[in-house]
């Protein structure tokens, strides 16, 4: 297990190492939840489009799948595990790179940013038809760019946001099939 932790603080470290100022300003605003409504905004506006009357149980079904996420992490996951974030780590404190944002509450595996992101991801990559694939990817590309800038930013580890991701990739993956079993013969 020292060895993985090991691992895993030498990782953070290269990752949080690779800073300069143009970066800090994008993962800044990377990890800030609010910066993202235009996005979360024009998802909605195609779920909308394309699903029509259909589209309350796919909104239902994401808020469904972002408390699961977020309450997997934030709350029963991280309060077991109570594991220092790296910017609470006193081995750590004066070499790592913190954004402007601060260090983040005391506990940090897993990132609740990673898994929502990972989560919401994963279930609208299943839930977006062909005709969309280029947003496949621009969704996969924005959870991956939020799960790293979390390492970025010095608040989480990479083994924080791996297992989160995972979380979500389940999560996303369990509430698309539930959909698809609440609303079945449908377009969804």
Known sequence: ?????????????????KHNAFFDVIMYWASDKLFWFP???????????LYKKKSIGVLIAIGILITLCDQTASHLIKNTVKRLRPSHEP???NLIHLSEAGPGGQYGFVSSHAANAFGLATFLILLLPKQFNW???AILIWAILVSYSRIYNGVHYPSDVIVAAIIGILYGYLVKMLLLKFQPNSRI
């Open 39 to 49: 996005l979360y905004f024009i998802l909605l506006l195609i779920i909308i489009k």
């Open 135 to 137: 947003l496949k990817w």
């Open 91 to 93: 081995a750590l404190e």
């Open 1 to 17: 297990m020292d060895k993985l932790k090991n691992i895993d603080s030498e990782l953070f470290m290269f990752f949080n190492g």
